[in-house]
């Protein structure tokens, strides 16, 4: 998803300050080197006029002599770095620095983004706007611990449908690594998904993995709550019918992955309804990514939201989640 002017000038402004701020450190140690080693700064000084000597001769085509003095300068340039480590300095210790040396901090390399850009849109433009919560922002797959569910006993239910038993590590093992795998491959592949289960039972922690991995790819997230949600949406529905401000929920629409927590814990009215099929219908049409997470099975969401908008979910990828309460645990 292309940058706004806005946000394209916020990471602008962001190279701009490293610029400065590595000049400043540069000019630091330039006055601390006229302070303590004179003889550097007075063969800077002879540099200098050499160059601007070099530079007239070059004008006036006298290129013998021109070369006679770039040879000079160059002589003069190993005498300071020989100053330099006799003094116990670096050999790039006047060297404008970089923090990133590929792209010299302009973020572009031969005219495309380079990865510190896009390192930089994911962190500062995508994670801050994504609404993930600061309880779940260090969520990634790198913290996932698979050896907080239990691997004692088998899942019951699962048991009864596949007809072996699993314990809740082990399925949770392969979901991990569908979900792993679905986030990697996002770019390319997108996609929905559904995460029914019990509270407690992983599915917030791996939307927010996904949402880390997602947003590192320069992909645009937006996590919402889905009572939260609903209840903005119709404040601003209100505001826009008196002529007040603009939807802040258009990013629901539009963004590159929605993920929608806890559905079935807002408050269900003829407008949530409405609202909740254009959203997931429009992002069926247009292509657009959605994970949903929920405490309902397949009957309650169809009981709950009818079949009209359940037909929409047939689309997503179930994931089912067993076991109990990790939190209570």
């Avoid at 005219?111 to 994911?122: A, D, F, N, V």
């Avoid at 797959?141 to 907080?148: L, P």
């Avoid at 949402?211 to 996590?223: F, H, R, S, T």
């Amino acid at each position: 998803m292309a940058l706004s002017r806005e946000q394209h000038n916020r990471i602008m402004r962001v190279y701009q300050d490293r610029r400065i701020a590595h000049a400043a450190e540069r000019d630091a140690r330039l006055s601390e080197l006229e302070l303590h080693v004179p003889a550097y700064a007075e063969l800077t000084a002879q540099q200098a006029a050499l160059r601007m000597e070099e530079a007239r001769l070059r004008l006036k085509k006298d290129m013998k002599a021109a070369e006679t003095l770039s040879a000079k300068i160059r002589e003069l340039e190993l005498e300071k770095k020989r100053i330099l480590s006799e003094k116990g300095y670096p050999d790039d210790y006047t060297e404008l620095g970089y923090t990133c040396p590929l792209c010299r901090d302009t973020g572009y390399v031969n005219h495309e983004k380079c990865g510190c850009h896009k390192k930089l849109i994911s962190e500062i433009i995508y994670r801050k706007e994504a609404g993930i919560p600061e309880a779940f922002s260090r969520d990634t797959f790198e913290t996932f611990d698979i050896g907080v569910f239990d691997d004692t006993e088998p899942i019951e239910s699962l048991r009864r449908k596949i007809g072996r038993s699993v314990t809740q590590r082990a399925y949770m093992t392969t979901v991990e690594q569908i979900c792993r795998a679905y986030a990697e491959d996002f770019p390319e592949k997108g996609g929905n998904l559904l995460l029914c289960g019990q509270t407690g039972t992983g599915k917030t922690f791996l939307s927010s993995c996904i949402a880390a991995e997602v947003i590192g790819q320069c992909c645009q997230v937006l996590y919402v709550r889905a009572g939260d949600f609903f209840d903005r949406l119709a404040r601003e529905s209100f505001e826009r019918s008196q002529g007040e401000g603009g939807s802040q929920t258009d990013a629901a629409f539009t963004c590159d992955l929605l993920i929608l927590d806890d559905l079935g814990t807002e408050r269900r009215t003829d407008f949530t309804l409405s609202k909740l099929f254009s959203l997931i219908n429009d992002r069926l049409l247009h292509d657009r990514a959605t994970i949903i997470s929920t405490n309902l099975d397949g009957n309650q969401l169809t009981s709950a939201y009818g079949e009209r908008l359940t037909s929409r979910l047939a689309n997503y990828t179930v994931i089912p989640f067993y076991g109990k309460d990790l939190r209570l645990k």
